[in-house]
């Protein structure tokens, strides 16, 4: 069993449209099992319509509660606060617990033991069916934190499910950005595929994002979406790779039919054939060839 990571420097670059494409090709020659990391704004489950069989809370670390009962207001737990989180009353301290960040330090100060700690509901977490086969998602709580502790619960529960079914691959619809969801969808992943847009900002977004595999070991492949708006920007991505050994895989043209596959809910390589969807086809047939061949390992020595 394999896993391939899909990633991009920056939102926008259509990373999550190159994923449901791999789904739908890939689901066509093998078992696969997708997940879909990017807890925070989750997008993967629009284009492949799921029906959600398991849902389950996702308790993301603690918050501190006041019981009034024993509170005397005595003010040490404000005074020991760094984050303002404790409200004054009349007759007892309240928590303000979009301050709190569970630090605990009035629960171990409190003379009286009136605080408690508890866990709170940071998210839900999903198993759902796809015709192109299971799927792990998750949906993280406005304002929460401990978005890469739920990342890795999804990667884990694809990941068992994959070797519990047998399946080839396991394909994960990472997170944009370098920050810690992305670090926790990289870790472990045999190969991780670059999403990048002939743009300024791809181009550096790129760069980042690469700098952070780069540095956890994952061997990285880059694919341009909409490389044909600016070419001299995509030959800019071409010559940075190729001077760090990064094989650029596939060139994607621009097409609006990507955009009404999406209205309609479907991957564009399921939705119709054209020069894009040949694009996905000849990458997805690149990226197999090395993951599934262990070439993984053999574009990790070229990269070190």
């Not at 605080?115 to 406005?142: C, K, N, V, Y």
């Not at 944009?176 to 743009?199: F, K, R």
């Not at 956890?216 to 010559?239: H, T």
Request: proline residues 5%.
């Amino acid at each position: 069993m394999k896993q391939l990571v899909i990633l991009s420097g920056k939102g926008g670059t259509g990373k999550t449209t190159v994923a449901a494409a791999l789904a739908h090709l890939a689901s066509q020659e093998m078992p696969i099992v997708l997940a879909d990391a990017d807890v925070d704004a989750a997008n993967l489950e629009l284009v492949l319509d799921p029906t959600k069989r398991e849902e389950l809370k996702f308790m993301g670390g603690q918050l501190a509660v006041i019981d009034p009962e024993k509170c005397t207001a005595c003010g040490i737990c404000a005074e020991v606060c760094r984050f303002d989180a404790l409200i004054p009353g009349d007759e007892a301290y309240r928590i303000d617990s979009l301050a709190c960040e569970g630090c605990a330090s009035c629960f171990y100060q409190c003379p009286e033991e009136a605080i408690r700690m508890e866990e709170q509901q940071a998210g839900l977490w999903f198993r759902s069916d796809t015709r192109f086969g299971p799927l792990f998602h998750a949906h993280l709580f406005a304002g929460q934190e401990n978005s890469g502790k739920l990342v890795t619960l999804v990667k884990q529960q694809a990941r068992l499910r994959a070797l519990d079914t047998g399946a080839a691959v396991v394909l994960v619809d990472g997170p944009p950005g370098i920050g810690c969801p992305v670090i926790s969808a990289s870790a472990g992943m045999d190969l991780a595929l670059h999403i990048a847009e002939p743009t300024v900002a791809g181009v550096h977004g790129l760069e980042r994002v690469m700098g952070t595999t780069g540095h956890f070991g994952v061997p990285s492949l880059v694919a341009i979406n909409k490389a044909d708006l600016n070419r001299a920007r995509c030959e800019e991505i071409a010559a940075f790779c190729a001077g760090r050994g990064v094989e650029v895989v596939g060139r994607i043209p621009y097409d609006d039919v990507v955009t009404e596959a999406m209205v309609q809910g479907r991957p564009v390589t399921e939705y119709t054939d054209g020069p894009v969807t040949e694009a996905l086809k000849e990458m997805w047939s690149r990226v197999r060839d090395l993951i599934l061949s262990d070439g993984a390992g053999s574009v990790k020595e070229v990269q070190r």
